[in-house]
Nanobody, 111 residues
Framework: QVQLVESGGGLVQPGGSLRLSCAASGITFRLYTMGWYRQAPGKQRELVASITSGGTTNYASSVKGRSIISRDNARNTVYLQMNSLKPEDTAAYYC?????WGQGTQVTVSS
């Protein structure tokens, strides 16, 4: 079956960095557009960044310039490097491959 397993979340101080990883199995990873989404308490889930099978990237304006999405097709893994983190980046972060979602990893930005 399809599995998307996120990791790398945690508690970080404002201005800090985190790298999230999403390991995929059960899909032909290299053919999928992969996305990172986030959902803060009381808010709708929103797109953070996506990367197509060809490597084209797209970012939400709120993270553009502070985040980099990348993929390693040999490892079936997509990454989200987040820098200069702000308290408003606090959310559960989810990996998506078309109709498939991971279970999420929590990112908390707080001093």
């Amino acid at each position: 079956q399809v599995q998307l397993v996120e990791s790398g979340g945690g508690l970080v101080q404002p201005g800090g960095s985190l790298r999230l990883s999403c390991a995929a199995s059960g899909i032909t990873f290299r053919l999928y557009t992969m996305g990172w989404y986030r959902q803060a308490p009381g808010k709708q889930r929103e797109l953070v960044a996506s990367i197509t099978s060809g490597g084209t990237t797209n970012y939400a304006s709120s993270v553009k310039g502070r985040s980099i999405i990348s993929r390693d097709n040999a490892r079936n893994t997509v990454y989200l490097q987040m820098n200069s983190l702000k308290p408003e980046d606090t959310a559960a972060y989810y990996c998506r491959a078309e109709n498939y979602w991971g279970q999420g990893t929590q990112v908390t930005v707080s001093s």
